[in-house]
């Protein structure tokens, strides 16, 4: 009788679990669902361009169904309530899957740190929904600002300097100006600031990069505040440690991620910030026939510190749980996780980007820019969607 995979989410690793899975085997052999809360597939790595309008809703979600097509995978569009790993069976808002095996790849959440009316008063950009609602904010701050002069409707705070702060902020760097001149607004009382808690932005990253980054980014009107974490939120103001506030009506949180929580809630051992811990073959530590793949799980590289969060960890998870079901099924020798790390880039806006290539070369400006689109591109060629962009 075919085996049932139940794969739960259909982000970077959970879609390239199901269409690698489908590749591998026979309808005979195996029943394929994926489960979604949305019909589509969001590009992730792309939300900063709809956040400012720089690019629309579509260009960055693609529809499940046409991207399944006729592959044997069922896609099942509903919200995962909860999972019984003894029942093997997944509560849904509207119904319940039982299951061989499970693969979970539920993404991950916004970390607010308990940081008071943060959650409450900030915008946070992991999602389509989130990148409109940020872009339709922007636009209202600058189409109402003539009404009642409040320059805190001009001043933008991007809180927290990592990858997604950074990319969301030379977008707006690129885009402000653009705005302002479309709502009548003197492009000089806008004022753009990120906050970092660190000593420096991109924390960690090639110390030559950031520095590229951050004058280019400075030469475009961003003011870094760095080495002050924000402490409190209310409506309007920005407190940070140092005593100093910001008012603005316009806070984006981009401080962190942890791990969704319907895995710690399912028993599956978690690290501190809820993420499930897995052994060498992307299975939940103790439950031989359940994989946590991507954003929801956390794996320890050679080097000691964590894989990183990334569309690029997350598919070749993705793959290697693939391989991984197919060779439990089939009782063959299973394949440990072992990624090949293509580098890191960062886009700094709309013509430009830093990062590192491989485990040596550096890139910046356009050629940087150019190297996160073929990545994006080979990404859609992966998943079937190159023509659909
Ligand atoms: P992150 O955790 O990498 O960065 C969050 C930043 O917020 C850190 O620099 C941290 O010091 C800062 N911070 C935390 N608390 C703060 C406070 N109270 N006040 C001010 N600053 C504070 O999170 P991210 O940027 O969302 O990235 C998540 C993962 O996704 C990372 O692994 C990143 O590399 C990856 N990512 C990659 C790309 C890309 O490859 N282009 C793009 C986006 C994200």
Redesign the pocket.
């Known amino acids: 009788m075919a085996k049932k995979v139940v794969i739960l989410g259909a982000g970077y690793a959970g879609l390239v679990c199901a269409l690698e899975l489908n590749k591998l085997t026979t309808a005979q052999e195996v029943e394929i669902i994926l489960v979604n809360k949305h019909e589509y597939h969001q590009l992730v790595?792309q939300l900063h361009e709809p956040a400012v309008g720089a690019k629309e809703e579509k260009d960055v979600t693609l529809s499940i169904n046409s991207i399944l097509g006729a592959k044997k995978v069922k896609f099942v569009k509903d919200v995962v309530v909860s999972i019984d790993n003894e029942a093997k069976e997944v509560k849904l808002e509207n119904s319940k899957l039982s299951y061989d095996y499970l693969v979970v790849a539920l993404g991950s959440e916004t970390e607010y740190?308990g940081?008071p009316g943060l959650k409450e008063y900030s915008f946070t950009l992991k999602s389509v929904n989130q990148a409109n609602r940020i872009r339709e904010h922007i636009e209202n701050c600058l189409k109402t600002y003539s009404q009642d002069k409040k320059d805190s409707k001009l001043t933008f705070v991007v809180?927290?300097?990592?990858?997604?702060?950074i990319?969301l902020v030379g977008e707006l760097a690129d885009m402000l100006p653009v705005l302002a001149q479309k709502h009548n607004v003197p492009k000089d009382k806008i004022k753009l600031i990120n906050?970092?808690?660190?000593p420096m932005?991109?924390?960690g990253f090639d110390e030559e990069l950031v520095s590229v980054a951050k004058k280019s980014l400075e030469a475009r009107g961003v003011q870094f505040i760095i080495g002050?974490?924000?402490?409190q939120v209310e409506p309007g103001i920005v407190h940070l440690k140092s005593g100093d506030t910001i008012p603005t009506e316009t806070m984006i949180w981009?401080?962190?991620?942890r791990g969704v929580p319907v895995v710690a809630e399912a028993g599956f051992e978690t690290e501190p910030r809820g993420r499930a811990k897995v052994d060498e073959y992307m299975r939940a530590v103790g439950h031989e026939d359940v994989w946590i793949i991507g954003d929801s799980c956390f794996v320890l590289a050679p080097n000691g510190r964590p894989y990183?969060?990334?569309?690029?960890i997350s598919t070749q998870m993705g793959e290697n749980a693939a391989v991984n079901i197919y060779s439990t099924m089939k009782h063959m020798k299973k394949e440990k996780f072992d990624p090949v790390l293509l580098g890191?880039?960062?886009?700094l806006g709309r013509k430009e980007a830093i990062g590192s290539i491989g485990n040596k070369m550096k890139a910046k400006g356009w050629l940087a820019y150019r190297v996160?689109d073929a990545s994006k591109y080979r990404y859609l060629a992966k998943i079937g969607a190159l023509l659909k962009s």
């Not at 990183?308 to 690029?312: D, G, K, L, S, V």
């Not at 890191?344 to 886009?347: E, G, Y």
């Open positions: 790595t740190f940081i809180g927290g300097a990592g990858f997604t702060g990319e906050v970092e808690a660190a932005i991109l924390p002050t974490p924000v402490v981009t401080g962190g991620v990183p969060p990334t569309a690029q890191a880039v960062a886009s996160k």
